[in-house]
């Protein structure tokens, strides 16, 4: 009798600490909540080739969520990256987001603003929430294709080039642009959201300014084959 209880009260301990980890592991996971964050720089290469006009401005989209900025005003302008200085201006498509070189001699540019939103956020739709203005998609001969080519989910928006920007050499005139867009879904009970990137890469020559139209190419971090590293991959048309 003495053996078979002790037997029981094992048993009944060891299920209890079973029951308790469970339940355990399951309240950390579903507190376990980490904020989505969307990160968003501009690169123009190639400005030591061209000449510097009275004001050089460039002018690329800004990031929008639902309609609305996800920077606010104060974080997008007066800031200063190198010899450009950053400012909002309102334009025939709306609200963008213009860099004006501020030195002597035109440098390349390089701009980074990072932003985090409110836990339980989602990111719903990538391909209208993302990079404003959002324009129908039109064919760019000037295109990177960053995925090898055009069979990926995409949409077209605007850039602006000055046409005081002509280069010193017409044998190096290509102005190479740069903007990407990371928007990540962070995390909710445990659970990762996807990862978004946003990609416009092109190669423009001189004969191309003012407002120019650009490719908007949208990828997905690829976490399924969990033996490699992570990979950016193309989301298909639809």
């Known amino acids: 009798m003495t053996g078979i209880s002790w037997k029981n009260i094992l048993i009944c301990i060891t299920f209890i600490l079973v029951l308790f980890g469970i339940v355990w592991m399951g309240a950390i996971a579903y507190i376990n909540n980490n904020p989505g964050y969307y990160h968003y720089t501009v690169d123009v290469r190639g400005m030591e080739q061209f000449r510097l006009g009275l004001v050089t401005d460039i002018i690329v989209p800004i990031p929008v ?47 980074e603003f990072s932003h985090k939103y409110p836990d339980g956020d989602r990111i719903k739709n990538i391909t209208a929430d993302s990079l404003s203005p959002v324009l129908p998609y039109t064919f760019s001969p000037y295109t990177q294709w960053v995925y090898g080519s055009g069979a990926v989910q995409n949409y077209s928006t605007i850039i602006y080039i000055p046409n005081s920007m002509q280069p010193w050499d017409k044998a190096k005139d290509n102005l190479r642009v740069k903007i990407e867009l990371i928007a990540n879904g962070g995390m909710q009970h445990s659970v990762t959201d996807t990862t978004y990137r946003v990609t416009i890469q092109e190669k423009i020559p001189s004969t191309v300014r003012n407002m120019t139209p650009v490719v908007a190419q949208i990828g997905t971090l690829d976490a399924r084959d969990l033996n490699s590293e992570y990979k950016w991959v193309p989301s298909p048309i639809t």
């Not at 035109?106 to 701009?111: I, N, R």
């Open 65 to 111: 969520r639902d309609g609305q900025q996800v920077f606010s005003d104060d974080e997008l302008q007066y800031q200063s990256f190198g010899n450009w200085k950053s400012m909002l201006v309102i334009t025939p498509f709306g609200k963008m987001i213009a860099f004006q070189s501020i030195g002597r001699n035109l440098t390349d540019l390089h701009a």
